[in-house]
């Protein structure tokens, strides 16, 4: 992708979040900024629909994809190296807890 199209995309991208956020507050509306904390628990929960133990929001069915869960495991698993020494002690428990939990569950759901 040429910078200019990239800068143009970026551009347009950051209006698109300014314009979300007047909107939000001029409705009165939070606004949510992302946190590295929400960033995994939503990995985890995409985790957790590829393995069917939580409904799949979209289809509103569960379904079981043990390949993408082991995908977004390995993902966290990633993200948990790439930030170590670099997280408040809460975000590395959460991040450990994420880890095992996923894994237990994948380890029993692989075993079915």
């Known amino acids: 992708m040429s910078d200019e199209i990239k ?3 970026d551009d347009a991208w950051k209006e698109q979040v300014d314009k979300e956020k007047t909107q939000a507050h001029i409705q009165e ?14 990995i985890s929960m995409q985790a957790m629909i590829a393995m069917g133990k939580l409904e ?3 289809t509103k069915t569960t379904e079981k994809n043990l ?4 995908f977004l495991i390995d993902t966290l698993g990633i993200i948990k190296e790439k ?3 670099n997280l408040t002690p809460e975000e590395g428990k959460l991040m450990d807890e994420s880890l095992y939990s996923l894994r237990m569950i994948y380890v029993e759901e692989k075993g079915k």
């Open 7 to 9: 800068k143009k995309v």
């Open 83 to 85: 930030t170590k020494n």
């Open 67 to 70: 390949e993408q869960a082991r």
């Open 29 to 42: 509306e939070p606004y949510h900024e992302p946190t590295f904390s929400i960033f995994i628990s939503s």
């Open 56 to 58: 799949n929001p979209i």
